[in-house]
């Protein structure tokens, strides 16, 4: 492992029969990456993918070269998402060009420490072999953030059934998005995966391609997770929609049974407040004038609400209809 | 059947001109798992795959030996659910080396007490059909499974439609999680099994391919089964969401009769509640001073109260609209 | 047509020229499938696949013979929905066997009879012929019970609008599971058909390939029927939400304008029977001792209820939004 | 253009070096049909499907003669809706047979008074030309009523956000089922014409498959339109649910508006409308008695009252949501 | 770059051995679109779909000619939305023609400047380097309209979330309208230019090819931006319904804590309204002659109430669930 200045200081390395692995982290000169591109004879269109950010993970066979495209994911620390970087490999003969931008982020390291404690067969084999191992760590790299999002939505799930916010609302569709952004990383990196391992390129050996299967087999496992992902939060979204109807029906209950009560007895209470003038006639109000007018009158209330909390409480109204604490 | 301590006890079987199965069950000592793998050469992805336990099914030709990594479910005993355990199977010439975590929750101990009786064509044949019975086993064991799910959505239809509670709602969504569990282990098996019919691997002969297309379709049909279960549990919600709804409106009908009746009334008790003075003038509230003031004023309560219940009645608002108890 | 035994007497007519056909009907008797398998030399998983009653349709090729799983559909009587049930043919040189459970429900006696009258030219052609004239019955039979779900659905979308109770919405729910039935019974026909045609059996002369072709239109036809059916009844779950919440809002509208005209009424009523001491002071309510008190006090509650039901004409809140009969 | 009697007249046309097309309107006599059939030779199977009028489209190649059935629709002069009718085309070496059941709603007039008028080069050109040409009359046909949906669906856009009706939620449901309509009647027609470029059919020249090609570029941008609109209507049924939820959100606030505000001042005129007597004790209501006891009272209620009103200002609830007229 | 009046002045440049790009812009005079054709030698299907302004995107290959239909799409200025245009190549040995309507709304007007200045590549090389980029010109124009939907999506986010209005709803249903507008521009793009690398024309060589492979990716590209904003946009519908029932929660939540705390208040005020006669029995509202009465009444009250306010504090009925303004 040795920090070059310069482009050029890379030339005598491209020769030696040994395999280079040259490691740009940062786009930031301009010059430098034309420079680079002058020493390693890349296509302009391979130095413009390089340098464009945006690109989509894929595979372009330049005869003696292969251009690779990659996206990696890491996970963000203390909140929820992750980084999402490119990373351009250029394979030849007996060297591996890598670019990325922000060397911050990054699943690589491994491979490095891996690399310059000369342990593993990395350094016995050639620059597909490396290639494949930088390919299989980014890949690697997506469990993780899968992982933090099964759980999330695992904690979502209790969240949204019984105590749904907006906040809530707010993070489902915040994973749906980051979902799709998964999504649209590591679809393509299936395609170029494929197509590495299809297109007979010389420049990847037949014992690589085996180990090439098995990453293949890795994305298409992250693919089915974010799917399945996808899927879940998609169904807590209709959760969310009937949780929150559904405790409305909680509110409305309470409301219609407090309503149900109170006015009927508000009424009664509003008879016995008219004013009519008993002296007048013996039918106006002779309830007031009553030895037990009052008694009666609070018994005959007392007898409708707990007619009424009888009716209620045999529709259930009055016990949760969750049987949990619905706020 | 004969229960071995150490890998290398298994070599003088494997010269043997008769098929040997070699079931390792529990995958705890790491050491053990590394001689294995050097008694039966296999390649070091071989290992990893089968080590590695949330792989996806599938099949890979290694010239003299396939690697068949499976799953298989089984449901749980009390509660709902299933147990996932993923099997690996190395076919070799004369032997058939299968690999599970597990061994409590199995579904291939039919087999093995088949094969301990001597009973049935599975002594007959070779390594390949033996592996046959097994996926057969592994497949079929998914019926049981689903016919769980089968079971529990027709409970919860009635359950959603009539007593919409949020336990249902959590039930909708966790046989919905499920279903996708189980998509997830039987959509790459069929594609393994097919592998296993297309690619003419040395290793199966013509007369176990015509039983594996059977296990074909046998699998497809529990595809089928499983995407139908997923579409009926997906509508599920949507009519959770609709009978939510309904029962609202129930309460709101309740809520509003409720409301139209005693609101009106209580306005009428509030007028003649009012403290007017009837002495300062014939024109204020000489109601009060009639003589049959009173029961007139009852009678018009009762005439608005018969006409509101008629007016609702008519609208249908007075029965259940579903004929049915609502909660 | 002969009512035959014991599976052995159908021996002497397999040799003879003329084609034949077995047509079992019930599978009771499991010694007599036996001997059945045996007199037509059937592979055992034919005989497997011919019992099991659930199989998925397909067709399998067995050399000498060909194995067809067909699924029929005849509509239930009174009730709405059908009834499904496998028929398995068993195509040889010059016969024809076929296997079904119930002979009740059945859409095979027209061809039945159509053989019995000597008429039609189905006697004058191989058992390719008849398998292809039963197929096609088999096929023409989903329209009825496809016509049935039309009709219904039709019926339904009228009450959805404007009558949704919670009959409506298990309706739904049941029309979408029997769909998926269909459609469970009909793709996998289509796959088979599609086979017969392209696999070059020597057991289907060229001429009835041509026949079979138009049976795959017809299988193709009903498969987009019921595609279109469970489309429209998904789509009829979305309108029963939204008819739902329609009918809510005309309860919600009576509610709010019922309350909103009596209680500022009733409000003004608590008012003035209120108790201020009226000889305390001339500003503790005057009104209650003016001439014309009490019917300015009505007036005024006259013109707040008129101010209110002319803002609620307005906003049309007081036709029905939908201009009928909203229950 | 020569109207014939019988079908047999057609016999001398169909010996001639130059074109003819017969052009048969409405199947009412089963008669003529066969005999027909019998001066085209037509297959039994061409003749059956030529009379059903359900049959999908499609084209099928009987050597010396290719059957093509395609569907039309014609909009509806006034009211919303097309009509829709099968055209089958038997396309012979030199002649066309078109058979269609009402000539009254028709695309295809156009292109019958090209011919007459000896314009344009349909004269010049083969039978096949004549099909292509009646085929692109048939899919531009398709245009007009695919506008007309446009129009609605804009139309019905204002109408489901501003004031959505039950009415609104019928016609929405009604335009889905006629785009699955048009969506069953276009989907064949487009393999249909694929087939004919592909199929190598030595009826149809070079020349005229270029002209196909653009038939089949229309066909897909039929599909595309239709698949648009279907998406557009059925986005519509969730713009609808989430509008009418919108409408009662209007509701609700003024329902609780006028509550919150009454109900705490009826409470307060409550208070001062109980009966406790003043005279047994100096804390039984001594406002009753005050000088200022009514103008403070009546001061409270509207310092109330204001409280409340700036509350729900402030909130935003007294502007209606929208800014627009709710109704 | 020169303007040329008559069609017919183009003849000479067609001659020369380099290469002539003829812009036409603006199709109002059928005549000299007519005279273009006669000098370009263009086939009567390639001029009518130049004219036919509705065309979707294709690629048609006229052996000497080659015809593309390309939609190129500029952002509207100030407010959302987008220009839609076709654009037609035709593209010959050593000439490219094309055509466009409006002239005003144009992203080609770049590659012109660049021409103009006789710098880049673009003047080394043949037509179909021009027509390649002219094509990648109007793919990267997609990418500012998509920005523009991806800010859109992101700003409405919030408001649908915290404050949904139908102004929301209206913005959310055209976002849908229109990506699907870009969709259907986009998607036959992607086919035509997948057309122009595959089908190996000698109008096209094998170094422009390996550009087009790059357009190829843009297009992709842009298609997997479209989708995935179209798959937020209809996530944020479901948002919109939910945030609504979420909003009418809170609303429902006032009205019911303001109706349950004074209904049950107004009701105590109401019993000591009554005008039982309290000289007829000592049972008759003895309260209202206690001495402590009326404050025993009102502390009776505040219990209530305080209690009520407790039982809903505790509920966290009394926070915004949201913990945010609400609206």
Redesign the interface.
Known sequence: RKQVETPEECIPYLDTQSVSWVDVQGLGNKDILERLGKVFEL?P?VL??VVNM???P?V?DYEDQLLIIARMVVPKERICGFYSEQVSFVLGKNYLLTVQEEPEHDCLENVRIRIERGKGIIRKQGADYLAYTLLDAIIDGFFPVLELYGDRLEEL?EEV??K????T??QI?QI??EL??LR?AIW?QRDAISTLIRDRSELITEDVR??L??CY?HT??VM?MVE?YR??S????????????????E??????V???I??????V??????????E??P???P?????????I?LAVMAAIAAGLLFFFWR???LTN????K??
């Open positions: 296509h269109l413009e993918d945006g690109e989509r894929k372009e799930e059934i019984f749904p916010t907006r906040q609302l707010q569709y749906r998005r799709l952004q649209r393509p085996i180990y299967r098995d087999d298409v496992q089915d399945t899927e879940l998609s169904g807590l979204m209709d959760v969310y929609l009937s949780a929150v109807s559904n405790k409305m029906n509110i409305m209950k309470l409301l219609t407090v309503s149900s109170f006015i009927p007895l508000t009424f209470a509003g008879i016995y407040g008219m004013n009519f003038n008993t007048k006639s039918y106006n109000m309830e007031l004038n009553w030895y037990w007018g009052y008694p009158c529709r259930g109204w209809s969750s049987g949990i619905s706020d």
